[in-house]
């Protein structure tokens, strides 16, 4: 039996949880749009032709801000292709996925989608292959309100309100090698600043985020992003963080303890962001975004989807469907947690992506839709992590892993919403072979009943939720919680996710 003790205090808090922390990401890519979200042909489309049995598991999910439209998609990309009559769009080569892009769905199209899931835009511009000139047009496109050319021919076009977008990313992954338009720290930084300031000059209050490494492992990591920020700093809000994880060559112990790689991963950018603060003598705090994370198989794209050929541009192919297992769930809950954990400094994040692509929510053609084990742990801690995230004291046994050394083999964060009273645990067992005793000391709360008490576990901690059997992995209620004197005592099963709700 592992054994934890974990205390909580709600004067002890760490920062205000942001909802866009619960944010996710669509990109033109595989079937994630066309015959993901949007399917004329599907019994359940609308008349605008997006799917509604979509549109409801979206809404349980709970995303607050979707990051749009790429990804590497947007670096070639002409953003004048998705607006105006859809006859009259071009189809062009979208040269980071090998396919055709239709412009079908464009981003009239996808703003009024938002409106239908109750989600906010935060859309992307290409300083890939595109520049500071194309960037302040789509801004007067989307967010002026009539009495220029760009604002007056979205009239046209039939949005007569702006669009309002207050987010914007400049550019994508520009530290990548595999991105049209790969820039040095040095020269992205520049247009990146040239571009937030000509930005500024038409609304001052938007919000900005600069391209940080596209992962940790990348050789110009840390130095990356102090070029960048050195030259943006008086000019962004935001440095952008990518990571994924997925289990090799059978290490699952070290999968997972993957949410130990993403702690690294922030503290290290906040830590060279405060660098460049300090030198610069700003008085100004950058922020992260946290703008891809998930689980992700990269190896078998590699392997299995990759599509190349002169003559093969698929329009929608199937691309990077990964299936998630139990033990994916685990360690994507986990990452949750790590997240809430830097509520401070971490004020927004994308699941990369929504449906179909690396996704929680699955779509077959003329078929159903449903949830992956993914699923579950986003829409509980989307739902219940409200208020404050809390510094919480934990002390647990611990297991060697290859990837990470000496790790927990227990993890937590905590939540408390002084206005409601509710105070919210999410907790994961890591260990493959015991179940956890975690005794949670709840004195500072006062007296506390649980309201909610959800497990995401298997005895095969690689079932998953295909076609053909949708509902496979689901979220159970815990019999196993007892409340004591300032005290509430759970049971977690081995390869397990747990979130608790108490007021």
């Not at 809404?59 to 105006?84: C, H, M, Q, T």
């Not at 990964?322 to 971490?346: C, E, Q």
Request: aromatic share 8%; glycine share 8%.
């Amino acid at each position: 039996m592992v054994n934890a003790r974990l205390t909580i205090d709600p004067h002890f808090t760490v920062g205000k949880v942001n909802r866009r922390l619960f944010g996710s990401f669509v990109e033109h890519l595989g079937r994630c749009v066309y015959d993901g979200i949007y399917e004329p042909g599907h019994s359940t489309a609308d008349a605008d032709g997006f799917r509604e049995d979509v549109i409801a598991l979206v809404k349980e999910l709970g995303v607050s801000a979707i990051r749009y439209p790429g990804g590497n998609f947007v670096s070639g990309f002409r953003w004048e292709d998705s607006v105006g009559p859809v006859a009259d769009r071009p189809r062009r080569l979208d040269l980071a996925w090998h396919s055709t892009e239709t412009n079908e769905v464009g981003l009239h199209e996808f703003s009024n989608w938002l409106g239908k899931v109750d989600s906010e835009l935060m859309l992307a511009i290409n300083l890939g292959t595109r520049g500071t000139l194309e960037a302040l047009d789509i801004l007067e496109y989307s967010n002026i309100a009539s009495g220029t050319a760009l604002s007056d021919q979205r009239v046209a076009n039939g949005q007569k309100d702006a669009f309002g977008v207050k987010m914007w990313c400049l550019g994508n992954e520009m530290d990548g090698p595999w991105q049209l338009g790969h820039r040095s720290a040095d020269d992205y930084g520049k247009i990146a600043s040239q571009t937030a300031k000509a930005m500024r000059q038409i609304d001052p209050s938007l919000e900005l985020v600069a391209c940080g490494s596209s992962s940790a492992h990348m050789p110009t990591f840390g130095e990356w992003e102090r070029v960048v920020l050195t030259h943006t700093y008086d000019d962004v809000d935001y440095i952008s963080c990518h990571a994924y994880y997925e289990e090799k060559n059978g290490d699952l112990g070290s999968f997972l303890a993957s949410a130990v790689d993403m702690d690294h991963f922030i503290e290290t950018v906040v830590a060279t962001a405060d660098h460049v603060k300090a030198v610069l003598g700003s008085e100004k705090t950058i922020n992260i975004s946290f703008d891809e994370w998930n689980v992700w198989y990269l190896d078998r794209y590699h392997q299995v989807d990759k599509i190349e050929g002169v003559d093969n541009w698929p329009v929608a192919p199937r691309l990077l469907e990964d299936s998630y297992s139990v033990a994916d769930a685990v360690v994507f809950g986990n990452l949750l947690i790590s997240l809430l954990r830097h509520a401070d400094r971490v004020t927004s994040a994308s699941l990369a992506q929504l449906v179909n692509v690396i996704a929680p929510i699955m779509t077959e053609p003329d078929g159903p839709a449903w949830r992956q084990t993914t699923f579950f742990p986003f829409a509980v801690t989307s739902r219940l992590a409200t208020g404050e995230a809390l510094s919480v004291k934990l002390e647990a046994d611990s297991y060697e892993t290859a990837g990470y050394g000496v790790v927990p083999l227990i993890d937590a964060v905590a939540t408390h919403d002084r206005e409601t009273g509710l105070t919210s645990v999410f907790l994961v067992n890591r260990s493959q072979t015991d179940a956890a005793t975690v005794t949670i000391d709840t004195a500072a709360l006062g007296g506390v009943a649980v309201l909610e008490a959800l497990t995401l576990a298997d005895d095969d901690v690689y079932a998953k939720n295909v076609l053909g059997d949708t509902e496979r992995v689901g979220l159970a209620e815990s019999d196993s919680v007892e409340l004591g004197e300032g005290t509430l005592t759970v049971t977690l099963p081995p390869v397990s996710w747990t979130a608790l709700s108490l007021r």
